[in-house]
């Protein structure tokens, strides 16, 4: 029998939600620390014009933080969408691993890593694709050349999502 490969976290195949929502959280939070301190400090005799220089730091990580968080959620969500799509209407295929590479981000300093691959539609036509987020050990068990699991679109044969080694894929 088969020993079954340990599937990588849910953190990291969701790595874009959670950053998405730590970053929109610690943003509100900012913009709520400049909302009570403009409360505290508007009616401070003398204040004036200088409550801004309180206000500014917060608000300014709050703008940027808001705006990183909910670009994240947003790829998230519709990377998210795409793979619930495919894992119900799409074909399973296998590809061609064509590269194993860091992604230049780090969780808890730990690498993450993409597996690149290449495949054929059931037309012939040959495409890319990449997998999400995976762990170091998880990327590391694949070789280039080697086969795995991926699943498409074959309306949009270009989407597809990365299966890797599972044994057992719905529909």
């Known amino acids: 029998m088969e020993q079954r490969q340990p599937r ?3 953190f990291f195949r969701r790595f874009e939600l959670w950053f998405g929502r730590l970053f929109l959280v610690l943003g509100g939070g900012s913009l709520l620390v400049a909302a009570i301190l403009y409360l505290v400090l508007r009616d401070e005799p003398g204040m004036g014009s200088r409550i801004w220089a309180f206000l500014l730091s917060p608000i300014t990580i709050g703008v940027i933080f808001s705006a990183v968080g909910a670009s994240y959620l947003r790829r998230g969500l519709a990377q998210a969408r795409k793979e619930e799509r495919l ?3 799409g ?3 296998e590809a061609t691993v064509a590269g194993i590479e860091l992604t230049g981000t780090r969780v808890n300093r730990h690498p993450l890593w993409r597996v690149r691959y290449v495949y054929e539609d059931l037309h012939g036509a040959s495409h890319a694709g990449d997998s999400s987020h995976l762990s170091a050990e998880e990327a590391q068990s694949y070789h280039v050349g080697e086969r795995a699991l991926i699943r498409y679109d074959p309306e949009r044969p270009a989407e597809s999502i ?3 080694r599972e044994e057992t894929v719905p529909g």
Do not use: D, F, K, S
């Open 162 to 164: 990365w299966l890797g």
């Open 8 to 10: 990588t976290p849910r």
């Open 87 to 89: 894992l119900q209407h």
């Open 91 to 93: 074909t399973t295929t």
